[in-house]
């Protein structure tokens, strides 16, 4: 039983006993919650936070000796066919996992439930979180093996995440091998250094970032589930990306080969200010350096063939050795760094006990990201991808990065694997395809796959939906 007057007394240490201006109103079961809630919370970690990050907005330092960094050109190089062997070995070897982080509130989108129950792909309409259980269930077979799935929610949708998959028979899964755990939250901040309440019995939080997954990983019990299965290395993507390649041999063959502790595919970016973390190299170590914090005369440097000086754009797709996050989480804290983000939080006003929607941000999220443990990594690879065969996420509601572009992305791709197996598609006077095409990863989930499975007398008319399911067969409609 967690004890109201010590709480309060923390409480008032740190100028926060407003928490329990309702205290006396709610039912038992409320106050129990909110208590749990409250003792949760470190406050002396959110009064250093709140010294840090509201009461100041801090300099991003941008060191001075950035270098663009090494890359390992598309297809692996030199070392392309070990690296792909190393990779199907340990895929084969049930040493890999796969890793979705799905926690996040995806404001932008603006669809009411957990982002991979969004219906993404152009005909059949499947859910994120099918088209990656196929993906993975695909890798599988291929490599006569099983690889566990892990999937990282957050308060805010694992109850609805974890029915998604079960009303669904888990996509194929067998239940055993998707494993769900939680991320941490972290209170907002107002500009006072408040916290604040969202319910009477609840303050307002929201998921501590994609980086929270590393302390997630450790505290929820899912680093030992990989070390009693064995996994040694995580293959790690975002939930909002059809496109992504989830069980990437020559790419887990890099990072092996290489030693690497942590790894992340690149792209060229499109134009300087495109919206992608910048891989730079300082004093020896990677740093992504977010596009906002970039300096327009580095965005904008340029090389001696005119091509930008920092091209290589971060695409959080990355693969991670499990003991780098248990070296990384030791003790149960992470030493990520925190990022503060300005919101409009909605509270319950203290004084009045009435609801306020802000119109102005009001108060600070913090967050970690990621790729900042690029930095503490003894080893990188960092390997470049095409756009075209691997990335169009689905993080806003219309315009770019939006459902829109991610099924034109989708089809382009699965129109040129068509082509390139020697079926013709139709195409429009501007070269656009002029169908609605998708292909089933269970049936071929590369341009070679498909080459090597499909049917060549199969033929596609102008507007028609074309889904080549599972076993090659042909549905969708005229
Ligand atoms: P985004 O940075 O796009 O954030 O997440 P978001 O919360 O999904 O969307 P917005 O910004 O509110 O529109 C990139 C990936 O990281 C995951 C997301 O689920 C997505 O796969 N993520 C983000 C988490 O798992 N937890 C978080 O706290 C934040």
């Known amino acids: 039983m967690t004890d109201v007057a010590e709480i309060r007394k923390t409480l008032e240490a740190h100028g926060q006993?407003?928490?329990?201006?309702?205290?006396?109103?709610?039912?038992?079961e409320q106050q129990d919650l909110l208590l749990n809630q409250l003792v949760a919370i470190?406050?002396?970690?959110?009064?250093?936070?709140?010294?840090?990050f509201v009461k100041h907005t801090p300099e991003v330092e941008i060191p001075s000796d950035l270098r663009p960094p090494e890359t390992v050109p598309y297809g692996g190089g030199d070392q392309a066919e070990e690296a792909r062997r190393r990779g199907e070995q340990l895929v084969a070897e049930g040493k890999v996992a796969a890793f979705t982080v799905a926690g996040g509130q995806g404001t932008r989108l603006g669809y009411e439930g957990p982002k991979g129950c969004f219906e993404a792909t152009p005909v059949v309409n499947k859910p994120l979180f099918r088209l990656f259980a196929e993906k993975i269930r695909a890798a599988a077979t291929r490599h006569r093996t099983t690889i566990p799935w892990?999937?990282?929610?957050?308060?805010?949708?694992?109850?609805?995440?974890?029915?998604?998959?079960?009303?669904?028979?888990?996509?194929?899964?067998?239940?055993?091998?998707?494993?769900?755990?939680?991320?941490?939250?972290?209170?907002?901040?107002?500009y006072d250094g408040k916290l604040m309440l969202a319910r009477p019995y609840r303050p307002a939080t929201s998921p501590d970032g994609h980086g929270g997954s590393l302390t997630a990983m450790r505290k929820s019990g899912a680093l030992d589930d990989m070390v009693d299965r064995g996994i040694e290395v995580i293959s790690y993507f975002q939930?909002?990306?059809?496109?992504?390649?989830?069980?990437?041999?020559?790419?887990?063959?890099?990072?092996?080969?290489?030693?690497?502790e942590m790894s992340a595919k690149a792209l060229p970016k499109r134009h300087p200010l495109e919206k992608l973390g910048n891989f730079c190299v300082s004093d020896g170590t990677i740093h992504v350096i977010e596009y906002s914090d970039m300096p327009d005369n580095l965005a904008y440097a340029t090389?001696?063939?005119?091509?930008?000086?920092?091209?290589?754009?971060?695409?959080?797709?990355?693969?991670?050795?499990?003991?780098?996050?248990?070296?990384?989480?030791?003790?149960?804290?992470?030493?990520l760094p925190w990022h503060r983000a300005d919101k409009k939080v909605p509270y319950i006003d203290p004084e009045t006990g009435e609801q306020v929607q802000p119109e102005q941000p009001n108060a600070v999220k913090?967050?970690?990201?990621?790729?900042?443990?690029?930095?503490?990594?003894?080893?990188?690879?960092?390997?470049?991808?095409?756009?075209?065969?691997?990335?169009?996420p689905i993080k806003n509601a219309d315009g770019a990065d939006s459902p829109a572009t991610s099924l034109h992305d989708q089809v382009r791709m699965w129109a040129n694997w068509l082509e390139r197996a020697g079926i013709e598609v139709p195409r429009d006077a501007?070269?656009?395809?002029?169908?609605a095409i998708e292909i089933s990863p269970l049936f071929a989930d590369s341009a070679d796959e498909l080459a090597a499975k499909v049917d060549k007398s199969i033929s596609i008319s102008p507007g028609q939906s074309f889904y080549l399911g599972s076993r090659g067969q042909i549905g969708g409609s005229r």
């Open 239 to 260: 939930v909002d990306n059809p496109l992504v390649n989830s069980i990437d041999a020559t790419f887990i063959g890099l990072h092996d080969l290489a030693g690497a």
């Open 150 to 190: 892990y999937v990282m929610t957050s308060p805010i949708n694992d109850t609805a995440t974890k029915a998604h998959f079960r009303q669904n028979d888990y996509w194929g899964f067998s239940p055993k091998d998707v494993i769900f755990f939680e991320q941490g939250t972290m209170p907002a901040i107002n």
């Open 430 to 435: 501007d070269g656009q395809v002029a169908a």
């Open 366 to 392: 913090l967050e970690m990201f990621v790729f900042d443990a690029m930095q503490m990594a003894e080893e990188t690879v960092i390997y470049e991808t095409r756009r075209e065969e691997e990335f169009s």
């Open 42 to 52: 470190d406050f002396d970690q959110i009064d250093d936070l709140s010294e840090q």
């Open 17 to 28: 006993e407003h928490l329990l201006a309702f205290y006396d109103d709610l039912n038992e």
């Open 303 to 335: 090389r001696e063939d005119g091509r930008l000086k920092f091209s290589a754009g971060s695409i959080a797709i990355h693969i991670i050795s499990r003991e780098f996050v248990a070296r990384l989480t030791e003790g149960g804290r992470c030493k």
